[in-house]
């Protein structure tokens, strides 16, 4: 039976945005949601998490849990799922490090 995912993604190669779109509706640039099977779901989320690459992306669809849904993520974001007493947000993770400049030198504008 099919239901709603929202499949969010971030840097990601223009091939997989094609893909993702054979099967979902890109809304917004990166965000797609559409309506598909358990089995589909989890094929579009294997084919992301395989050529995701330095980008990163998140599904959410439907679950049986007490928010009634269900949050996965791959790459690296600052945002990431953690589980309180069966109720999952997210925690924001520190920033990366500035890279050190060199004295003397100015950054490009």
């Not at 920033?95 to 004295?103: D, M, N, Q, S, Y």
């Amino acid at each position: 039976m099919p239901s709603m995912l929202v499949i969010a993604t971030t840097a990601v190669p223009a091939h997989l945005r094609g893909a993702l779109s054979r099967w979902t509706t890109e809304v917004v640039a990166g965000i797609f949601v559409g309506s598909v099977s358990a089995r589909v779901r989890d094929e579009l989320w294997t084919a992301v998490t395989d050529v995701l690459g330095d980008g990163a992306a998140i599904l959410v669809h439907p679950a049986a849990t007490e928010q009634g849904y269900q949050i996965r993520t791959a790459g690296t974001r600052r945002r990431v799922p953690a589980d309180f007493d069966g109720l999952t947000l997210m925690r924001m993770t520190g920033a990366p490090p500035l890279r050190p400049t060199v004295k003397g030198m100015q950054s490009p504008d």
